[in-house]
């Protein structure tokens, strides 16, 4: 049998409250988050959290994401960050790396794949685990309980309890690194050059522009130092 969740994760400034959740169904689901977070972070976290809480069933996981930044690290370039020490082909250390390393020991053993889903768009696991997630955010921000949820409730043997984490989860890099976390890990193959069209919307225009200004550097500049 094959257990079908949808993981995702939300952020409501970033880095700011954030949360993480897993969906099945409304009587198996998780959720949990931190004051001070990314939405990258609460991507990752909802997989290891799922992976964790279903280690005790021989089933097979299928995981709906929106996010390409948490499949590709995943099932791409995790084995090339590991082989060279978790750094990427350039030498900088991979963003994330502890939550990476928990992910890389949860999963091995699984039979598992990704399928990558349009966040916002009407799926009814992805957007069930969005509310969810979001909700966690929210208690953060107002400091009032979290909806966690049943936890997984499906197949024999006792589920692995939420993990309790610490009580902010942030990124070591500077904030403004955020912004574009895991959009340009398209090179982990040393190619020898690649021209990278990007298309943003009106805000994500406006603080592109408002990041490099206070940086006092070009957009083009702002954008090739983050790579």
């Known amino acids: 049998m094959t257990i079908t969740a949808a993981a995702d994760g939300s952020a409501l400034k970033n880095p700011g409250p954030a949360g993480w959740a897993w969906y099945v169904d409304d009587d198996c689901w998780a959720a949990g988050g931190w004051p001070h977070g990314t939405n990258n972070i609460g991507e990752l976290q909802a997989v290891l959290e799922l992976f964790r809480a279903t280690a ?3 089933d097979d996981l299928l995981v709906l994401c929106d996010s390409q930044y948490v499949i590709n690290s995943v099932t791409q370039w995790m084995p090339g960050w590991k082989r060279k020490g978790w750094r ?7 963003m994330n790396v502890e939550l990476l390393k ?8 699984r039979r598992y794949r990704f399928e990558w889903v349009k966040g916002h768009a ?3 696991l992805n957007e069930a685990a969005d509310v969810r997630a979001r909700a966690a955010a929210e208690a953060f921000q107002r400091g009032t309980a979290v909806p966690s949820g049943p936890g997984f409730t499906r197949g024999g043997g006792a589920p692995a309890p939420v993990t309790a984490r610490p009580a902010e989860r942030v990124l070591a890099e500077p904030a403004a690194d ?6 340009f890990e398209l090179d982990e193959a040393a190619a020898p050059a690649h021209e990278l069209t ?3 919307d009106d805000a994500e225009h406006r603080r592109l522009l408002q990041r490099a200004k206070a940086a006092g550097r ?3 500049e702002l954008l090739r130092g983050l790579i």
């Open 56 to 58: 005790h069933v021989d």
């Open 88 to 94: 990427k082909a350039d030498g900088k250390p991979v």
């Open 102 to 109: 928990e992910i890389d020991a949860a999963i091995q053993g």
């Open 122 to 124: 009407g799926h009814d």
């Open 178 to 183: 955020t912004l574009f976390d895991g959009l």
């Open 198 to 200: 990007l298309r943003l």
């Open 218 to 220: 070009s957009p083009e």
